[in-house]
T-cell receptor, first 111, second 112 residues
Framework: KAGVTQTPRYLIKTRGQQVTLSCSPI?????VSWYQQTPGQGLQFLFE???????NKGNFPGRFSGRQFSNSRSEMNVSTLELGDSALYLC??????????FGSGTRLTVV | QKEVEQNSGPLSVPEGAIASLNCTYS??????FFWYRQYSGKSPELIMF????GDKEDGRFTAQLNKASQYVSLLIRDSQPSDSATYLC????????????FGSGTRLSIRP
């Protein structure tokens, strides 16, 4: 069974640009969550999607957005990038009642 | 107050000993509790989950839950150098509904 696939693995962007990250969950999982991980803040919840609907949202500015498609694949978008957005972005898929399985993450560097 | 609190460590334990990792949470309505292990440069990996008060054992790992005290712990018996990692406690349910909230993690080091 394939795991959670995140693309790309690494990205370097310039301040002010926008970026789109992609996540394909485990087959059959309808829940996809996104987290930002930085050394200082740990794992911070961004949002959760379930059956194409945003079910939960964390405390991030509106520059961070996401969506989920009918095949459960999800994308997150960050507009007007800031230096502080440099982080590891993790996607996790989950079946109901169980913990999440994480993808390998996308390492975003903003310069 | 943080929703999920862990001692950041590092916690240093001799090889073969028991490592004890602790976590407290603030939302009394929380229903599901998870322990993840994260090696440096890797993504978190689920190692245990527990829903009911008491102990749950899986191999060398035992998760303990005390909802009255809002306390979760993870015991690692016969600690091995390969257990050296950051351990993340995570909580689901209550006011956070379906989202999973993570603690900041405890860094565990097993010394030979």
């Amino acid at each position: 069974k394939a795991g959670v696939t995140q693309t790309p693995r690494y990205l370097i962007k310039t301040r002010g640009q926008q970026v789109t990250l992609s996540c394909s969950p485990i087959s059959g999982h309808r829940s996809v969550s996104w987290y930002q991980q930085t050394p200082g803040q740990g794992l911070q919840f961004l949002f959760e999607y379930f059956s194409e609907t945003q079910r939960n949202k964390g405390n991030f500015p509106g520059r961070f957005s996401g969506r989920q498609f009918s095949n459960s694949r999800s994308e997150m978008n960050v507009s007007t990038l800031e230096l502080g957005d440099s982080a590891l972005y993790l996607c996790a898929s989950g079946g109901e009642g169980y913990g999440y399985t994480f993808g390998s993450g996308t390492r975003l560097t903003v310069v | 107050q943080k929703e999920v609190e862990q001692n950041s460590g590092p916690l240093s334990v001799p090889e073969g000993a028991i490592a004890s990792l602790n976590c407290t949470y603030s939302d009394r309505g929380s229903q599901s509790f998870f322990w993840y292990r994260q090696y440096s440069g890797k993504s978190p990996e689920l190692i245990m989950f527990i829903y009911s008060n008491g102990d749950k054992e899986d191999g060398r790992f035992t998760a303990q839950l005390n909802k009255a005290s809002q306390y979760v712990s993870l015991l690692i018996r016969d600690s091995q150098p390969s257990d050296s990692a950051t351990y993340l406690c995570a909580v689901k349910g209550g006011s956070s509904a379906s989202k999973i909230i993570f603690g900041s993690g405890t860094r565990l080091s097993i010394r030979p």
